[in-house]
């Protein structure tokens, strides 16, 4: 669902967002760490996403920056 959303945007619009969610991400995994008894499970899937995201701002970076021949 959230992926038709973004497929309208620009490459640099979609990477700034990918960036912000990104850094929510650590602030959440963070706060989840510090309980007492952190969710494992939900740990490992904000981790997971984390992990994913990175991902998707490597791709859309390396299509923002132009190839340079050298």
Not at 39 to 55: C, E, H, S
């Amino acid at each position: 669902m959230e992926r038709n959303d973004s497929a309208g945007q620009d490459p640099a619009s979609r990477l700034a967002v990918l960036r912000m969610e990104h850094r929510d991400l650590d602030v959440a995994i963070d706060a989840l760490r510090s309980m007492a008894a952190p969710d494992q499970l939900q740990l490992a899937r904000l981790k997971k996403r984390k992990l994913r995201l990175k991902d998707e701002i490597a791709i859309l970076e390396d299509m923002t920056v132009p190839d340079i021949i050298a």
